[in-house]
């Protein structure tokens, strides 16, 4: 066996363990894709005739192939999966914006809002404007909300 | 209060937002201007008109999404006709006038704006060719044949307004309403529309690299419903 199997095996195995014993995290869904992932890379590094049997009973010429083909498919996964996640978060941070806007609405007052100092003087001014009432909430969306201007 | 509802979208149009709300306050209906979470003075701006209904986006969504608030906050005022404005000073307020006639006369559901049946004077070439590419889209997209999709000027009576849930809170939402109006079978007629085009308005604008990003927004709905 060389350095290099050693190396990397010592590495898969803890990396194994660590996935094995992790606590509640975003990675807890796919903890026992993760894992067969890492003992197919533990039997390819360890035994590499195994992937090759492998991939010729797949019909694939060589290992290496199998595990680019593997790599290109499971790469195609995570990204559909992050921006199913984003495409989420984006439709709740939207909601949630919408419905400030709709709870902190300033009604127009019709036709009975005549002003000479075009300024509106009545009860309905000293209400809380849209997002006044909520200091704390107002910077985390800003922040969240960074990137490109939407028009 | 006027049966009549025009949602105007606004996103950093500070400089401009007062005189378009004020023309449309020669209508005598009811306006209601979504700052969409502007960095300038577009909410304060319209603060000091207080016959305008104002919501404020807490950070920038889109015009897709301050229109969808815009048009919920109307219906839930009882709003029974609802028009959509843009804030860039494109449109000519007397074209609101004859859409609102039009959509009580015609007995269609949508009254959609259309330059191309209209003046849209001072066209950039390259915008003009865009649009009509648009437009072949959008016959391929959706099976409407159209002259114009990407106008903001819309007429639409209170059941055809209940029924645009839109999810693009981005630009992709001119085609949005378009899907549904397809989907739903709703009613519409196309009415000539006079478009004024300004350095201003150029400059807030779609360009060629937003298109794009309208076909991946529609691509990637697909993908992910």
């Known amino acids: 066996m060389t350095l290099f199997q050693i190396l990397s095996l010592a590495g898969l195995t803890a990396l194994g363990v660590a996935i094995a014993v992790l606590p509640k995290g975003p990675w807890r869904g796919a903890r026992v894709f993760l894992l067969l992932m890492v003992a197919a890379a533990i039997c390819g590094i360890a035994k590499p005739i195994v992937l090759q049997r492998f991939a010729e009973q797949l019909g694939i010429g060589r290992g290496a192939d199998l595990v680019t083909y593997f790599n290109a498919a499971a790469l195609f996964l995570c990204l559909m999966r992050m921006l199913a996640r984003e495409t989420a978060f984006e439709r709740q941070i939207a909601s949630l914006t919408r419905q400030m806007a709709l709870r902190d609405a300033r009604p127009g007052l019709g036709d009975a809002a005549e002003d000479p100092r075009g300024e509106c003087s009545t009860p309905q001014d000293k209400r809380p404007l849209a997002g006044e009432g909520d200091q704390d909430i107002v910077p985390a969306l800003r922040a969240a909300g960074t990137g490109k201007p939407r028009r | 209060m006027s049966s009549v509802w025009i949602i105007v979208p606004s996103f950093n149009e500070g400089s401009i937002i007062g005189t378009v709300t004020a023309e449309l306050e020669t209508l005598a209906h009811e306006i209601v201007v979504v700052d969409d979470g502007s960095d300038d003075d577009t909410y304060e701006v319209v603060r000091r008109m207080p016959r305008v209904h104002l919501l404020r986006h807490a950070v920038n969504l889109g015009q897709g999404a301050a229109l969808r608030t815009g048009i919920e906050y109307a219906l839930q005022n009882g709003a029974q006709t609802i028009v959509t404005f843009d804030a860039d000073g494109q449109h000519d307020v007397t074209d609101v006038a004859t859409g609102i006639r039009l959509i009580a006369t015609s007995g269609v559901d949508v009254v959609l704006g259309s330059r191309f049946l209209g003046t849209a004077a ?104």
């Open chain 2, 122 to 225: 001072a066209m950039p070439r390259g915008r003009r060719a865009l649009l009509k590419a648009a437009v072949a889209f959008t016959r391929l997209h959706t099976g409407l044949t159209l002259t114009d999709t990407h106008v903001g000027l819309r007429v639409l009576t209170r059941a055809a307004a209940m029924t645009l849930k839109l999810q693009h809170s981005r630009m992709a939402h001119a085609t949005e309403i378009l899907q549904i109006i397809a989907r739903r079978r709703l009613t519409f007629v196309e009415m000539p529309i006079s478009m004024r085009y300004t350095p201003y308005s150029l400059a807030k604008g779609q360009s060629a690299l937003d298109s794009w990003a309208i076909l991946l927004s529609l691509l990637r709905a697909r993908l992910l419903p």
